[in-house]
């Protein structure tokens, strides 16, 4: 999925102690909970009140051909932070 001229992916990150979701997901449930987000520099600023959701998202196998949906829960949703 694109947006303008910037294409949309989700990747791993296995330093992160959370999963954060881009804008290629789809949101399937709010949890209702919220988390203050810092940076691994304290010279940036905190994210304050971001949502915590369940999202799933498609992956397609090169090799088989198949499309898998994947569930991700407890993700941050820093597209929705209020």
Known sequence: MGFG?????TELDS???MPVIGRNA???????LHA??????KDLPSIQKV???DFVMAYDDPYSLN?????CKNALDPW???
């Not at 789809?26 to 209702?32: A, D, P, V």
């Not at 203050?36 to 520099?41: A, C, K, W, Y």
């Open 36 to 41: 203050e987000v810092h940076g691994f520099s």
């Open 51 to 53: 949502p915590i959701s």
């Open 80 to 82: 929705r932070t209020t």
């Open 26 to 32: 789809t949101r399937i449930q709010q949890t209702g």
């Open 5 to 9: 001229d910037h294409e949309s992916v």
């Open 15 to 17: 330093h992160a102690n």
């Open 67 to 71: 499309t898998y949906p994947l569930v």
